[in-house]
């Protein structure tokens, strides 16, 4: 069996994405005909990458499930089934996306037996959990990339909240004085989510307009005005006023684990996650929203984000560090001077994509192939080492388990 795989994979044209990134990292005419949000390198079984073979293309899914020791290793498929455990991705962010949080894995193994049991059909619009599993996820900016992430502390919404807020609601606003931090932000936050339809568009439309009223200043408040113009009268524009703001340079990450309620605003990014597709949103979507759920998943204490750096592993590869089992995220610079050696202690299979510049990779003496800008590849958990050669940024997803006695 072939142990490194040339992949294919999917775009998702979700009508917040962008029509240039996607198409210039593949090398493909810009502008495209329609936006390209996420390009997705996995075996999710919603999109899945096809992988070439000696005799043609196959879906990554079916191999697995076919013979999930080759392609993801005993340990792997012990641990986490027969199935990849990560998804990978491109996000190319042109518009704001949903308000939202994941659940964590009790709530997602409880919330999908809950609507099995009740009928809810899995392609249902209006069905939480798609799965019984968790996802946590690691955002890498590859341009500069704006997010919210995290609730601000009272004190923190409060003045932003209170100069705009109106007179008449000031009851509502009061929550925030009291009781513990989380507490006073659940309850505050669980109001605000459950108000009913029109006090909440006029409670909106009196902010906007005092907003707007205001001389330029805070980012908060700028954002505030451009959410308000792509999604009027939809609660989620409060966000940048509730949520913490965080630019991340070319190179940085977040980490973001179970209901950590988030925004991603604008940038291209790389993204690595546990395989699930459960979401629950909060704004700025017209899709399904179930603020009573949302507000069971939810995390409320107050906490900014840590903005990861890569630490080194060797000259050629750095890593972000997370708590998450289930994937890892490195980047790799090989240069002509200095190539890339793989020893593989690492435990399951890994993705490579190339972001930049182009790369040899070879492997068991004589055999190579060549990885250049835009593309992907699956690398089987049977090679024990490989070498890359070239100029290039790769990034690499894996398990992120513990290591394997290496082969003698």
Not at 275 to 284: A, H, K, Q, T
């Amino acid at each position: 069996m072939q142990a490194i795989l040339k992949m294919q994979n999917p775009i998702q044209p979700y009508a917040w994405g962008s029509r240039t990134a996607i198409a210039d990292l593949l090398g493909r005419p810009a502008p495209s005909d329609h936006p390209q949000a996420e390009l997705w390198m996995g075996a999710h079984p919603k999109a899945p990458s096809d992988v070439f073979l000696q005799d043609g293309t196959h879906r990554l899914d079916a191999l697995i499930r076919q013979d999930p020791t080759a392609f993801i290793g005993a340990p792997v498929r012990d641990r986490f089934g027969s199935r990849l455990p990560f998804l990978f991705k491109v996000l190319a962010v042109a518009r704001p996306l949903s308000i939202q949080a994941h659940p964590s894995q009790a709530a997602a193994r409880e919330g999908f037996a809950r609507e099995n049991a009740a009928g809810i059909s899995l392609n249902a619009p209006d069905r939480n959990y798609r799965d019984d599993q968790h996802k946590p996820e690691c955002v890498c900016a590859l341009t500069p990339f704006d997010a919210l992430c995290g609730f601000r502390s009272p004190k923190a919404m409060l003045e932003l909240l209170a100069p705009v807020w109106p007179a008449s609601q000031k009851d509502h606003l009061d929550r925030l004085h009291h009781r513990e931090a989380g507490e006073a932000i659940q309850a505050f936050f669980g109001a605000l989510m459950q108000m009913p339809p029109q006090p909440c568009r006029d409670l909106l439309a009196h902010i906007v307009n005092r907003v707007a009223s205001r001389p330029a200043g805070d980012a908060a408040y700028r954002w505030l005005l451009r959410l308000s113009n792509a999604y009027p009268g939809d609660v989620g524009i409060l966000a940048p006023l509730l949520l913490n703001f965080i630019r991340l340079s070319p190179g940085e990450a977040l980490f973001l684990p179970a209901g950590r309620l988030h925004a991603y605003l604008d940038g291209v990014a790389i993204e690595v996650m546990a395989n699930s597709d459960n979401v629950l949103r909060g704004g700025l979507t017209p899709k399904h929203m179930d603020a009573g759920e949302l507000l069971r998943v939810l995390d409320f204490n107050p906490q900014r984000a840590a903005v990861l750096s890569a630490q080194p592993v060797s000259d050629t590869e750095k890593i972000y560090i997370t708590q998450a089992e289930e994937f890892r995220l490195c980047v790799l610079h090989p240069t002509f001077d200095r190539p890339h050696i793989a020893e593989r202690t690492a435990i399951g299979p890994e993705i490579l994509l190339c972001t930049n510049g182009h790369a040899t990779l070879h492997w068991q003496g004589r055999q190579q192939i060549v990885i250049r800008k835009g593309e992907s590849i699956y690398i089987t958990p049977t090679l024990n080492r490989y070498e890359i050669h070239g100029s290039a940024t790769l990034y690499k997803a894996g398990v992120n388990m513990k290591t394997r006695r290496r082969a003698s």
